[in-house]
């Protein structure tokens, strides 16, 4: 049996567009049991993201300071906000104990306080679910300090190449996930251990999860 990500962890979750990352991660991050604050970092407005906000105790992320109260935290920001992020970051470095949610990490590749996070989330205790389109996209350290994949199809040789350094899988293992379907191989790096995930419960059904969990947790503040 494969282990599935715990809660000091760092996933980085890989795929072309519309593959379903961002479902994967919001599934992943309904397992969390909420015990310290949520910042999800949200570069495109996505639609399921924002959704979020229907439940109760997920807010607009504000000001520059990790929040104190559990509860998801939304934090959306374009690319000309880099500054502003990095500063963010290095709050959320030297605060810890935050869980961070980074639906397109290429966004961070040059934010250095993200690096810093990368290398030392573990001992801080940030743990991070990132998503990212290409290898290429995102600095090393998405990869080298993974202890999870989660891998969708992948067209680029190259790319299956760059990941294949950093994980036990095999070329023919992409033949098990194909273009058009939902499937993603995890890995979990540490025991070589990989599983074929054919598909996930409903978005309604992981909504409610962690509207149950939050609920439990934001009553107790
Ligand atoms: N496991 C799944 N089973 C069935 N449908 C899925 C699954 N995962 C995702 N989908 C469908 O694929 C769509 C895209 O998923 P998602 O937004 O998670 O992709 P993404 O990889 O994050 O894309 P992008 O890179 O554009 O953000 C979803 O709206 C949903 O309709
Ligand atoms: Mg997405």
């Known amino acids: 049996m494969i282990r599935l990500p715990q809660s000091d962890q760092r996933l980085t979750i890989i795929g072309k567009t ?15 049991d909420f015990s310290f604050p949520v910042i999800i970092f ?14 109760r ?3 607009k992320f504000e000001g520059i300071k990790p929040p104190k109260k559990n509860g998801i935290y939304i934090l959306s920001y374009n690319l000309d906000n880099f500054a502003y992020i990095n500063q963010v970051l290095k709050n959320i470095y030297y605060t810890g104990h935050i869980f961070l949610f980074i639906d397109e990490a290429s966004s961070m590749k040059q934010i250095s306080s993200f690096q810093n996070i990368l290398i030392q989330g573990r001992s801080r205790v940030i743990p991070t679910i990132q ?8 600095s090393r350290y998405a990869f080298s300090e993974a202890e999870f ?6 067209s680029d040789k ?3 190449d760059i990941i294949r350094g950093f994980t036990p899988l095999k070329e023919q293992d992409y033949q098990l996930i194909p273009s058009e379907t939902h ?18 419960d409903s978005l309604d059904k992981i909504f409610n999860t962690i509207a149950l969990k939050l609920r ?3 009553n107790k503040i």
């Open 57 to 59: 105790g997920v807010k």
């Open 131 to 138: 998503m990212v389109q290409r290898p290429s996209n995102v």
């Open 42 to 55: 949200d570069l495109k407005g996505d639609e399921n993201i924002l959704s979020l906000y229907e439940i």
């Open 18 to 32: 519309g593959s379903g990352k961002t479902w994967h991660g919001l599934w992943h991050l309904s397992r969390f």
């Open 183 to 200: 499937r993603s191989i995890m890995v979990d790096v540490d025991r070589g251990k990989k599983i074929i995930v054919k598909s996930i």
């Open 216 to 218: 439990k947790k934001v």
């Open 149 to 154: 994949f989660q891998i969708f199809f992948i």
């Open 158 to 160: 190259r790319d299956r």
